[in-house]
């Protein structure tokens, strides 16, 4: 399977930034899609950003396209997340995720790989 290794979490105060890391691997990686979720504190999974290896296109959830970047080293198998103007509801456990198709079609259901997991607590 898959293997999805992230890093880049932690503790930040309101309006700070965050950079997170993804790298897949595996002899049975054949996604073109990856992707990052988030999961806050009593509520759903949610879709955060996306971005295709082959098209090169990015999906946003309306609250990330202002203040996050998504992006890419194609070489490396990698992908990235840059977060600025963190706010107290960006709190929660963010997730790298592996899939096949649109970034814009992307849910939790069709994600074929997660991440382990990563902490992101935004202090007011």
């Known amino acids: 399977q898959v293997e999805l290794v992230e890093s880049g979490g932690g503790l930040v105060q309101a309006g700070g930034s965050l950079r997170f890391s993804c790298t897949a691997s595996?002899?049975?990686?054949?996604?073109?899609?990856m992707a990052w979720f988030r999961q806050a504190p009593g509520k759903e999974r949610e879709y955060v950003a996306g971005i295709s290896f082959t098209a090169g296109t990015a999906y946003y959830a309306d609250s990330a396209k202002d203040r996050f970047t998504i992006s890419k080293d194609d070489a490396k198998n990698s992908v990235f997340l840059q977060m600025n103007g963190l706010k107290p509801e960006d709190t929660g456990v963010y997730y790298c995720?592996?899939?096949?198709?649109?970034?814009?079609?992307?849910?939790?259901?069709?994600?074929?790989?997660w991440g382990q997991g990563t902490q992101v607590t935004v202090s007011s």
């Open positions: 995720a592996a899939s096949y198709g649109y970034p814009s079609l992307l849910t939790v259901q069709k994600v074929r790989s």
């Open positions: 595996g002899r049975d990686f054949n996604s073109n899609t």
